[in-house]
Every structure is written in structure tokens, then in C-alpha cells.
């Protein structure tokens, strides 16, 4: 089980930290994502960690986010700073399946577990 919270409205410019608690599975041990959908579009991939700490941004947030993990407290944290009106959505973190290759964690069919959404505004 996966709960994120953090979101909030805020500022061009302004930081938010979103967390993403998980519960029910050895969080250790998998590849944790965080991804996003903004009204009218597809889910997209945001960032994400491995077990071994290795991470992947997608272009469009690389610089300005930051994935992070406290395996002892089994939470996914993104640091989101710089934000743009662009960056509005709701954001998921999810379970990457195991086994599941690097190439293909930037696809939603890569994960089987995902948490209930924690929403992000952006104002100009």
C-alpha cells in the first residue's frame, strides 16, 4: 500500500516536497517511481529510484527534481523545486514490478502497485 501526500498550491518558483508512504511489501527491495497526469493527458513518468539508489528523471523535470528514499522509514520522497504552471498535476508514486528492465520504468504497465494521488498547482 502507498500513501502520498505533500501537494498543495503554490507559486512559479516556489518548492514542494512530496512524500509517499508505503506499507505491506519489503520497500527495500523494489524500484520506486513517482509520475504524474495533468487534466487531458496520460499519465507521464516523473522520476525514479532503484533499490540500489541509482535514479531517472525525465527531461522535462531533471535539475529542478529530486528523488530520494529512506528505506528505514520505507518512504519516497520528491523534492520538486523551481516549480512551473507545467508541473500542475496529480502526482503518483508507484511500485515498479520486479524484474521489470530500466528501459521500461518510464511505462505505467511497468508498475503494480500505485498510491492515490497527491495533487500539485501551479500558479503563474
Known amino acids: 500500500q502507498l500513501q502520498a501526500s505533500g501537494g498543495g498550491l503554490v507559486q512559479a518558483g516556489d518548492s514542494l516536497r512530496l512524500s509517499c508512504a508505503a506499507s505491506?511489501?519489503?520497500?527495500?527491495?523494489?524500484?520506486m517511481s513517482w509520475f504524474r497526469q495533468a487534466p487531458g493527458k496520460e499519465r507521464e513518468f516523473v522520476a525514479r529510484?532503484?533499490?540500489?539508489?541509482?535514479?531517472g528523471y525525465a527531461d522535462a523535470v531533471k535539475g529542478r527534481f529530486t528523488v530520494t528514499r529512506d528505506n528505514a522509514k520505507s518512504t519516497l520522497y520528491l523534492q520538486m523545486n523551481s516549480l512551473k504552471p507545467e508541473d500542475t498535476a496529480v502526482y503518483y508514486c508507484?511500485?515498479?514490478?520486479?524484474?521489470?528492465?530500466?528501459?521500461?520504468?518510464?511505462?505505467?504497465?511497468?508498475?503494480?502497485?500505485w498510491g492515490q494521488g497527491t495533487q500539485v498547482t501551479v500558479s503563474s
Open positions: 505491506g511489501f519489503y520497500f527495500n527491495r523494489y524500484t
Open positions: 529510484i532503484k533499490w540500489d539508489y541509482n535514479t
Open positions: 508507484a511500485v515498479a514490478r520486479q524484474g521489470a528492465i530500466i528501459s521500461s520504468l518510464r511505462l505505467p504497465t511497468s508498475y503494480e502497485i
